[in-house]
C-alpha cells in the first residue's frame, strides 16, 4: 500500500481514494433530505455541548448583572471565531481519518509531547464538574418545586445519577456517536423551540432589540465585569474555544471523508465492534479525489455554519434575553449561586408554576446535554489516544477499544463525583471556560503545522491562517488576564 509521510513520530497515513458521500450514507443520491436524515451530525453533539454551561449560565449572569452592550459583542466574535476553528480541526480529520488528539503526535517535537498534553488540558479543564453540578441543581428543583439550599448534597447526588444515565445511554449503543446524535435531536430542538416559544410570550420587544443590538455593538466592557468573567464567557460561548478539537472527532466516526476507512468507536451493542485503525489514511491528489474533497468540505461547511454557528448564536441570545426580562421581573441580579435556576424562580413570581417547571425543564436538558457531551468526550480522548499511541494496549484489549473505554467511563465518573463537591457551579464553570483558552494558545498553531502539510486540495487558504491567529489573539488575551488574576492582579480592569 502507498504511504504518506506527515509529520513526526508516527507511522506514515495509508493511501486510499476518498469515498463519494453517497456511499458513506448508503444512499444513491445525496439531496437536501438525505443531508439533513445522514450527514448532519457532529455539529450537533458539539451543539449539545455548545448550548450549555455558557449559554445557559455565564451568559445570562453576565447579562443579568451588566446589559447587552459592552458583552454581546465577545459572544458573536468568540461564535465566529470558533466556528472557523471547528472547520479547521475538522478539515485535519476528513483529510487523516486520525481525531485531532491523534494527530496532534505529528507535531514537532512529537507524540511524547503533545498527546499527552493535550489529554491533560481536557481533563484539567472539565474535570472540576461544573456542567454536572449545575444539571444536578436544575433536577433538584424540578423534583422539589424549589431551588437546591446553599450547601445541599441533593443537587450533587442527582448531577452523579446523570452521569450515571450518560453510561447508559452509551452502552446501549450500537455507535457511539450516532446516539449522541439522536439523542441531541431531540434535546436541542426541544431546547430552541421551547426557549423561543417562552421568549415570543413573555420577553418585551425592546429587550429583544437590546439583545440583537448587543451583538453587534461595538463597545467597551461595561464598568464592574472582570476580565475573567468576560473569558469565561468568551471561552463558553459556541464550545470550548481553543479546546474545541475534542470533540471534532465525531466526523471520524460520523465517515466523514477518510473516516469512512478508519473506523469507529462503537457501543457495547455494536457486535464485533468498529475495526477502529490505530493509524489514520489520506488519499492521491489526484483530479477524482480533488472533486470528491469539495463535496466533502461543502458538507462541513453546511454542518458546522448553517447548523453549528445558527445554534449557537440563537443558544445564546435566547437564554439571555429571558435573563434580563428575569432580572426585570425580581429586580434583583442573579449569583453564581443561584444562577442554574434565577429564571425559573422568576418566571414563577409572575407567571405561575408551569412557567417555572417549563423553565426547569428547559434548564435540566441545556445542562445534561452538556453533561452528555463532555463527559463522553473525555472518555473518548483519552481511549483515542491510547488506542493509536499504545501497541501494549492494543494487544491488552486484544484490538477492541470498548474494553478500554467503558471501565475509564466508570472511573472517570468515581473522581468526578468527588471533584464536583469543592465549589459552587458557576465558580467550577469559569474555571473550565477560562482553562479552555489556554488551548487558543497552543493549538491553532498545530493546526497550521499539520493542515499546511495534507494533501493539496485539502490544505488551507492562506487567509485561514491569519484567522487561526485571530483565535490565539483574542481568546489567548483572556486566559492570560485570567492567570495574572490568579497568581495576582489581573492585567485589565474595567
Known amino acids: 500500500m502507498a ?32 443531508i439533513v436524515k445522514f450527514a448532519i451530525g457532529p455539529s450537533l453533539i458539539a451543539l449539545g455541548i455548545s448550548i450549555g454551561s455558557g449559554e445557559w449560565l455565564l451568559g445570562p449572569q ?5 446589559g447587552f452592550v459592552g458583552v454581546g459583542w465577545v459572544i458573536l466574535v468568540s461564535a465566529v471565531l470558533q466556528t472557523f476553528y471547528n472547520v479547521e480541526c475538522a478539515r485535519t480529520v476528513m483529510a487523516t481519518g486520525e481525531t485531532p488528539v491523534v494527530a496532534w503526535g505529528r507535531v514537532p517535537p512529537g507524540l511524547w509531547l503533545w498527546v499527552p498534553l493535550s489529554v491533560g488540558l481536557v481533563i ?31 443537587p450533587r447526588l442527582w448531577a452523579i445519577a446523570l452521569l450515571v444515565l450518560v453510561f447508559v445511554l452509551t452502552a446501549s449503543a450500537k455507535r457511539i456517536s450516532r446516539t449522541l446524535e439522536l439523542a441531541n435531536w431531540i434535546m436541542v430542538g426541544a431546547i430552541l423551540v421551547a426557549l423561543f416559544v417562552v421568549d415570543v410570550i413573555v420577553v418585551p420587544w425592546d429587550i429583544w432589540w437590546e439583545g440583537l443590538r448587543g451583538l453587534v455593538t461595538p463597545a467597551a466592557p461595561p464598568a464592574g465585569i472582570t476580565a475573567t468573567q468576560l473569558g469565561g464567557l468568551a471561552g463558553f460561548t459556541a464550545l470550548v474555544s481553543g479546546l474545541n478539537w475534542y470533540v471534532m ?23 464485533g465492534g ?30 458546522m455554519w448553517g447548523v453549528f ?81 499504545s501497541p501494549r494496549l492494543r494487544r491488552l484489549v486484544e484490538g477492541d477499544p470498548r474494553r478500554f473505554y467503558y471501565p475509564f467511563m466508570l472511573g472517570l465518573l468515581v473522581v468526578i463525583a468527588i471533584v464536583l463537591h469543592l465549589a459552587v457551579p458557576v465558580s467550577l464553570v469559569q474555571w473550565s471556560a477560562n482553562m479552555s483558552n489556554l488551548g487558543a494558545l497552543i493549538y491553532p498553531f498545530l493546526l497550521i503545522y499539520l493542515n499546511s502539510r495534507l494533501p493539496r486540495p485539502a490544505r488551507p487558504r492562506p487567509w485561514h491562517y491569519v484567522l487561526l491567529i485571530a483565535n490565539v489573539l483574542f481568546f489567548g488575551f483572556f486566559f492570560i488576564n485570567f492567570l495574572a488574576d490568579l497568581v495576582g492582579d489581573p492585567l485589565v480592569t474595567f
Not at 62 to 66: I, L, P, R, T
Open 124 to 154: 484539567f479543564a472539565f474535570i472540576a464538574g461544573g456542567w454536572a453540578a449545575s444539571a444536578g441543581q436544575g433536577l433538584y428543583a424540578l423534583v422539589h418545586g424549589e431551588p437546591a439550599p446553599a450547601g445541599a448534597e441533593e
Open 62 to 66: 453576565a447579562v443579568g448583572q451588566f
Open 249 to 271: 472527532g465525531h466526523y471520524r466516526d460520523k465517515g466523514y471523508g477518510m473516516g469512512f476507512h478508519t473506523g469507529f468507536l462503537a457501543g457495547l451493542r455494536g457486535g
Open 274 to 303: 468498529s475495526g477502529l485503525l490505530s493509524v489514520g489514511m489520506t488519499f492521491p491528489d489526484n483530479t477524482v479525489n480533488k472533486g470528491r474533497w469539495r463535496r466533502w468540505y461543502r458538507l462541513l461547511l453546511l454542518d
Open 309 to 389: 454557528f445558527i445554534g449557537a448564536l440563537l443558544g445564546m441570545l435566547l437564554p439571555t434575553i429571558l435573563m434580563a426580562h428575569a432580572v426585570n421581573v425580581v429586580g434583583e441580579k442573579p449569583t453564581a449561586a443561584n444562577v442554574p435556576t434565577f429564571v425559573a424562580a422568576a418566571l414563577d413570581v409572575s407567571y405561575g408554576r408551569l412557567a417555572f417547571y417549563v423553565a426547569l425543564v428547559v434548564g435540566v436538558l441545556v445542562l445534561f446535554s452538556t453533561q452528555l457531551g463532555i463527559f463522553e468526550g473525555m472518555v473518548r480522548v483519552v481511549t483515542d489516544a491510547a488506542h493509536a499511541t
Open 3 to 34: 504511504e504518506y509521510p506527515l509529520g513526526v513520530s508516527r507511522p506514515p497515513l495509508g493511501v486510499r481514494d476518498l469515498p463519494e458521500p453517497e456511499e458513506v450514507f448508503g444512499v444513491p443520491r445525496l439531496g437536501p433530505w438525505q
